[in-house]
């Protein structure tokens, strides 16, 4: 099950050198100049969980497999790129195909790196690129609307009900709201996210700040913190020239290094468990001699829809799962101990995975 995060962003704001550093790659290239990136770079990282390892350890696996989520680096927007500025309408296609939207904002001032509006105020340029995926929305929407009116008149259901998803989603635009602020039921949930509407994609802030504001951030990360805490959007602090160095050192120096520039962990990791947030995401585990592997769900998946993750053929022939709480797991130094202590939990096929279980699958081939 794989999982997209579009970073995006205006010009020379820093995403190419933050995609560097989240891959390790020089991958993307890295230039003041705008459009630097033109085809969308793509690059997978582990996420991080220190707690992969204390299972690797208690049951001596001799393989650890991280899960994992993938990062595309999509070309710089700029204003008018709903009208095909820039490479607006590239941008615009290439955000479509991502699930969740990080926007890196540039928060720090610097006259060596040029700004397309010849200012740095990230709050505007954060309504610029809204702006922008809104007017796309609009348009989108109403070429739509009107392809569908003959099926409607005709009385076609699912046109009907898509032209009342539209309806709302234009409604909520042409009043100054992205779609994702229209409250969708359950039943037009998988209506809903066919529409691929780029104002649905949820959205995370990333505020890139100079290294001396790593930390504590800085009056232009406050105002987008201010900016998003009133749209319910969530935001990151990082430094991209921090974390472009830290992506050279080994992990004994880059701990060195974090621990000199008074940080508790790297950006990086806070922006992945951020994406993983965002796209409400959470991890169960299998662990074994010969592996301990973590896996990717959503929120609320069903045991067998869980093992399905792993193969087609364990939720097909899904009969049970044994489990044990990641706690539990520890405090018993294993399966064997919380088995003994009765913690091992034989679950069926309505359980719902809860983030950290550890799980066994049993199943007909």
Known sequence: ???????????????STLFNALTKTAAAQAANFPFCTI????GDVAVPDPRLDKLAAIASSKQIIPTRMTFVDIAGLVKGASKGEGLGNQFLANIREVDAIAHVLRCFDDGDVTHVEGRVDPVADAETIETELMIADMESIEKRLQNLSRKVRGGDKEAVAQERLLKAALEALENGQPARAVEVDAEDAKAWKSLQLLTTKPILYVCNVDEGCAKEGNEYSAAIEKM??????AT???SAQIEEEISKLDGEEAEMFLCEMGLEEAGLDRLIRAGYGLLRLETYFTVGPKEARAWTIRIGTAAPQAAGVIHGDFERGFIRAETVAYDDYIACNGESGARDA?????????????????MHFLFNA
């Not at 997209?4 to 205006?10: C, F, P, Q, R």
């Not at 085809?39 to 793509?42: D, K």
């Not at 998003?228 to 959007?233: I, K, T």
């Open 236 to 238: 990151v602090l990082i």
């Open 342 to 358: 009765g913690k091992l939990r034989v679950e069926g096929k309505s359980y719902v995975v809860q983030d950290g279980d550890v």
């Open 39 to 42: 085809e969308p770079n793509v």
């Open 1 to 15: 099950m794989g999982f997209k995060m579009g970073i995006v962003g205006l010009p020379n704001v820093g995403k």
């Open 228 to 233: 998003a805490a009133e749209q319910g959007a």
